[in-house]
């Protein structure tokens, strides 16, 4: 806990306070997963086709879409709860259009041992932001996006 919590302190301002948001969405997305249905929690986003890729973004939009997706993947390394991929995808998801910053999170499966098994990450432009382990041994089965406003003044913030 001690070497977590040091770990905190060694992060920039702007990076705790992602952390922060980060960790709060993940325990939202956590409970909201358990309590609601798939279908409910994206019901405000649009489907996508499989192949399909997310608008290109700035240089400015790319460097906070990475920081984003480093800062949930921590915080979700150090949550209580478990904060699998979709977890994170969707936390990630909801951080990036909070900054008008349009990504997709694809869903896959693959089928191991008689099992299928489901994956899902977040794509930014041309990046993987978070759950890219592994990823490309998942088909993509369905993408989800929000509807992403292009407003130079949200760019900037």
């Not at 019901?43 to 949930?72: C, H």
């Not at 794509?123 to 382990?133: A, F, R």
């Amino acid at each position: 806990m001690l070497h977590k919590l040091k770990g905190f302190f060694k992060l920039s301002s702007k990076e705790r306070i992602l952390f922060l948001e980060a960790y709060i969405y993940t325990g939202i997305y956590r409970v909201a997963l358990l309590v609601l249905s798939f279908k409910f929690l994206t019901r405000t986003l649009a489907q996508y086709s499989p192949g399909e890729i997310p608008p290109p973004l700035s240089s400015s939009q790319k460097d906070k879409a990475k920081m984003i997706g480093k800062m949930v993947e921590k915080a979700a390394s150090t949550t209580p709860w478990q904060s699998a991929c979709l977890v994170q995808a969707l936390s990630a998801q909801k951080m990036l259009r909070c900054r008008n910053i349009p990504a997709f999170f694809a869903l896959g499966v693959k089928k191991e041992k008689d099992e299928m098994k489901a994956h899902a990450w977040t794509l930014c432009d041309d990046m993987i932001i978070t759950g890219k382990s592994g990823h490309e041994r998942f088909t993509v089965v369905s993408l989800f996006g929000w509807q992403v406003l292009h407003d130079s003044k949200q760019e900037n913030a």
